[in-house]
């Protein structure tokens, strides 16, 4: 959704294109090269999808379709993919080929007909879950540090940064409310 909100508000690519509903976009025949190639500066690339009549689906570059896929797809993949591998842990490997989680990874496998202990599949779960964990500790740390720093700021009804004061007790200088005004307005 974010990439339709980027390629929709990128004003060179608006005069080629219409919004049509939330997360669609309607791109007349006579003007699909020029979207093509407006598309293409931005780093993406435009393909027909089958079965329409001239239908845009818009593919990231350098991302590799099996990295892209739902659990079907990756399951009707793996079948293939699967007498292939030379590894000693399939999971590891089934892991790093599709771009999936280790207790993703065992669930599919299993689907698949490999043998994998239950524990491995509780361990990994733990593991996703003390990392998911971690990762919102220090995001809420990042949050209050900014927090913390933005409080620090200081400010009165002259200006809105007070840089310091000039001697104990002096008058304060910085930058004044106008002048941020001024910077806003350019």
């Given at each position: 959704?974010l ?8 004003e ?11 997360g669609?976009?309607?791109v ?30 818009i ?22 993919w ?12 089934y ?15 299993r ?13 990994a ?17 990042r ?22 004061y ?7 200088y910085?930058?004044t409310w106008?002048e941020?005004?001024?910077e806003?307005?350019?």
């Amino acid at each position: 959704m974010l990439l339709f909100f980027a390629v929709t508000n990128t004003e060179a690519i608006k005069a080629y294109c219409l919004r049509a509903g939330e997360g669609h976009l309607v791109v007349p025949s006579n003007r699909e090269q020029h979207f093509r190639k407006e598309l293409e500066k931005l780093g993406y690339s435009c393909r027909s999808r089958l079965g329409t009549a001239g239908g845009l689906g818009i593919v990231s570059k350098g991302v590799p379709k099996r990295l892209r896929m739902n659990r079907a797809a990756r399951l009707q993949s793996a079948k293939h993919w699967l007498p292939t591998y030379e590894g000693r842990d399939p999971v590891k490997g089934y892991r790093n080929w599709f771009g999936v989680s280790t207790a993703c990874a065992i669930i599919e496998l299993r689907q698949l007909g490999i043998k994998i202990d239950e524990q491995r599949l509780i361990q990994a779960k733990r593991t996703e879950e003390s990392k998911a964990k971690q990762r919102s500790r220090k995001r809420q740390q990042r949050a209050e540090k900014y927090i913390a720093a933005d409080e620090l700021l200081e400010s009165d009804e002259t200006f809105a940064y007070i840089a310091g004061y000039t001697g104990v007790g002096g008058f304060p200088y910085g930058i004044t409310w106008e002048e941020v005004e001024a910077e806003n307005d350019l």
